[in-house]
């Protein structure tokens, strides 16, 4: 059984850099990509950067720029470091594995999300 944990969230004051990790767990024979979404207050959860094999990384255009996605492909983590928070980057943010091999197959999987608040 495959489990994803963040951790790194909390309150961090407006304009301090903060980063967000997640470490992927249990027999996984490889992971295709790992990805950072966020889910803000009355909103609904949407994508905020992945990175995949040969390190290709991607990033929703609100965050290029002030956010930075890294990968430890041997360890199976993705960070998300966050430079000068602002209030609006305040949410839960989730880890998700997409394509994950395992002797059980292929399948997604989500973290429970790690609450990050800004204040101004």
């Known amino acids: 059984q495959v489990q994803v944990v963040e951790s790194g969230g909390g309150l961090v004051q407006s304009g301090r850099p903060l980063t967000l990790s997640c470490v992927a767990s249990?027999?996984?024979?490889?992971?295709?990509?790992m990805a950072w979404y966020r889910q803000g207050p009355g909103r609904e959860r949407e994508f905020v950067a992945k990175?995949?094999?040969?390190?290709?990384?991607d990033y929703a255009d609100s965050s290029e720029g002030r956010f930075t996605i890294f990968r430890d492909y041997a360890k199976n983590t993705v960070s998300l470091q966050i430079n000068s928070a602002k209030p609006e980057d305040t949410a839960v943010y989730f880890c998700?594995?997409?394509?994950?091999?395992?002797?059980?197959?292929?399948?997604?999987?989500w973290g429970q999300g790690t609450q990050v608040t800004v204040s101004s």
């Open positions: 998700r594995l997409i394509r994950v091999a395992t002797p059980q197959g292929v399948a997604d999987y």
């Open positions: 249990g027999t996984i024979f490889s992971i295709s990509t």
């Open positions: 990175v995949a094999r040969a390190n290709r990384t």
